[in-house]
């Protein structure tokens, strides 16, 4: 009796899918590996860019070279399926590394795109969310140093998060988890296209789901110690370079007679003085009345942390918090801290 | 007939490896709020006071079948709650792990398949001498407190103290919210640990049984831990499998760069020795009901 219930178990485990005998299959045996992904739209279209790593076992001795392949539709799915409708074998997320979002993508879309690629578990939740301003053009890049624009563009990322100090936290993990949590402002790292191929060229800032601003690497340092993403490297104050950590950034305000807002920043550094901190404080200054001139919002996400952590912010101010940031001042002060 | 022993350490990996369940799977529960570690930590609270308070329970209704006539009144309706308890966690666990296989781990087939399989490796492993399932809980135990260590570690580089950092301590409400999801999942099978010794092995050995109940919470507070310091609460409870998720973000170097297929092996591990315990448990429940309703109507005939 056991032999027969052993026999009849092992004939049950050949019927998993995992076994897919299809004819031919031997003679078919590409595999479309997918590296990044972009997303661009016009306002009533998305139109996905997926570099697509061909990878055909008949002729083992060709490199796998990367290949753009494009679609288009109402919907983020439709797009998909133009671009299978292509393929014999079907597209292989799991092993992309990017997320391209183009300059043309709305809130709404955003937001969709996210919803996409929380639902399809085939996009690990560890890719990267980048800003562009053309999917296209940046994706369609020859590779440097790895077999797809988009694993170059993760290596990127990798490394100038080293040498900057700047936690870029653009992981689609990271970024889903500030939208989670209520944050309005999150960035993402930019990338064009430069004479020296594909170049990291700053941060992209996002409010509400929608582009409102850019900066370059030097203001992306400083927007960093702003936000409290800044671990340690160099920042440029004019022709000066300083080499600082960030200890802590502490964020406080009063809103009995004058609204204000305090920052606090706790620094190291070797070269580090009162007159560096000094003329550190004027640039973050500089830099956030520029922002605040330009985007006439709160675009590094101020009012978000206060609300988090300050329970009586969130109450007396959480309804009318940009009403608050617009009305108050700002103050920023640089202290230097012990250690190393 | 001697009554058969159990080591404690085999109780103890038992234990520890039910608790974890189908726990791991879905922690945190969906819809919970940035307070779910505080509920969390209750529900370890009352886990233990649970587990306590089934003690003496399991005891009264161990001997149920020979016990006088006022004795099994109360025993018979506890038997049937346990038996009735033990097949609903059964079922929850089956459940629950073939969600997961359905939606993640192979989507195109056909659920009744895997189900059958399913069910039928946890029929023979039930069916099997009382020391099998307990054998091979303290090999998974092992098994899984590396995996689920292992991948906090790695995790580590990742983690996000805001993600876990208190600015207000909850209100009562808010803790209750949070903790009663946690105690339907892990706090409340607590209860039948000390009901399956008992009707097993006819003792509740209280100490390897808490042992392995204190591990299994352990391990499964720090998978909620992980995912909590690296997603967040909200986006931890928008998750369909937290855990899975959380492992899916975590690369050793340029070629290991996904190594769910290690979380998966815990979750069908877990959910099979779950599964097979609560049907084990069942059938000695409503064995023992059985002879206890036996004796009440020849003593009725009497």
């Known amino acids: 009796m056991k032999k027969i219930l052993i026999s009849i178990f092992v004939l049950m485990l050949t019927l998993l899918s995992g076994c897919r005998f299809t004819t031919g299959g031997a003679e078919n045996d590409r595999r479309f590996i997918v590296a990044a992904v972009g997303f661009e739209s016009d306002g009533a279209l998305i139109t996905v860019y997926a570099e697509t790593i061909i990878i055909n076992s008949e002729t083992p001795e060709n490199e796998p070279a990367p290949k753009l392949l494009k679609g288009s539709g109402a919907t983020i799915n439709e797009a998909f399926e133009e671009i299978e409708a292509s393929l014999a074998r079907p597209l292989m997320l799991e092993h992309c590394g990017v997320i391209a979002v183009g300059g043309g993508v709305t809130a709404s879309w955003f ?75 999150f960035t993402l790292p930019f990338f064009a296209l430069t004479g020296d191929g594909i170049t990291l060229d700053g941060l992209s800032i996002y409010r509400d789901d929608r582009l409102t601003g850019r900066l370059s690497t030097d203001d992306a340092v400083l927007y960093s110690l702003m936000t409290g993403n800044f671990d340690r490297g160099t920042v440029r104050i004019g022709t000066d370079e300083y080499r600082i950590r960030l200890r802590s950034a502490e964020y406080d305000y009063t809103d009995s007679g004058e609204n204000r807002l305090y920052l606090k920043l706790r620094l190291t550094g070797d070269s580090l003085d009162d007159t560096v901190c000094e003329r550190l404080e004027q640039e973050l200054d500089r830099l956030e009345s520029r922002l605040r001139l330009t985007s006439g919002t709160d675009v590094v996400g101020f009012t978000d942390i206060l609300s988090e952590r300050h329970t009586d912010f969130d109450e007396k101010h959480g309804r009318d918090a940009a009403e608050f940031y617009k009305s108050s001042d700002f103050t920023v002060e640089c202290l230097i801290s012990g250690g190393i | 007939m001697r009554a058969e022993k159990i080591s404690p350490k085999h109780l103890a990996a038992l234990a520890a490896v039910f608790i974890l369940g189908d726990s791991v799977i879905v922690l945190p529960p969906p819809d919970s709020g940035k307070f779910v570690f505080w509920g969390f930590l209750l529900s370890i609270a009352a886990a233990a006071a649970v587990f306590f308070a089934a003690v003496p329970v399991s005891s009264l209704i161990a001997g149920a079948e020979t016990a006088g006539a006022v004795r099994r009144a109360v025993c018979v309706p506890l038997l049937a709650a346990a038996a009735f308890y033990s097949f609903y966690g059964a079922g929850l666990a089956l459940k629950r792990y073939m969600g997961f296989v359905d939606r993640v781990l192979l989507p195109d087939t056909q659920r009744f398949f895997i189900a059958f399989i399913f069910i039928f490796l946890a029929a023979v492993l039930a069916s099997r001498r009382k020391d099998v399932i307990s054998k091979l809980s303290l090999i998974f135990i092992v098994i899984s407190a590396i995996t689920v260590v292992l991948f906090f570690a790695l995790s580590v580089k990742d983690f996000r103290r805001e993600n876990i950092a208190v600015y207000r301590l909850p209100e009562f409400s808010e803790l209750i919210g949070e903790a009663i999801p946690c105690f339907f999942t892990v706090s409340l099978p607590a209860a039948l640990i000390p009901v399956y010794t008992s009707l097993l092995y006819g003792e509740t050995k209280k100490g390897a049984s808490f042992a392995g109940l204190s591990a299994g919470l352990a391990l499964v507070g720090l998978c909620l831990v992980e995912c909590l310091l690296l997603f967040g609460a909200p986006l931890s409870a928008n998750l369909d499998f937290p855990l899975a998720s959380a492992v899916s973000t975590v690369t050793v170097g340029p070629l290991f760069t996904r190594m769910d297929g290690l979380v998966y092996c815990l979750f069908f591990g877990t959910a099979l020795i779950k599964t097979s315990f609560c049907m084990k448990l069942c059938f000695y429940a409503l064995s023992h009901l059985k002879n206890a309703l036996r004796r009440n109507r020849g003593e009725q005939k009497k």
């Open chain 1, 111 to 185: 937001d969709r795109i996210c919803d996409y690629c929380l639902d399809d578990r085939r996009i690990t939740l560890s890719s990267y969310m980048i800003s562009c301003d053309s999917p296209e053009a940046l994706l369609s890049e020859t590779p440097e140093s790895s077999v797809a624009a988009g694993y170059d563009i993760m290596g990127i990322i990798e490394q100038r998060s080293s040498s900057t100090g700047i936690f870029y936290d653009s992981r689609f993990f990271e970024i889903e988890g500030l939208r989670e949590k209520g944050r309005s402002v």
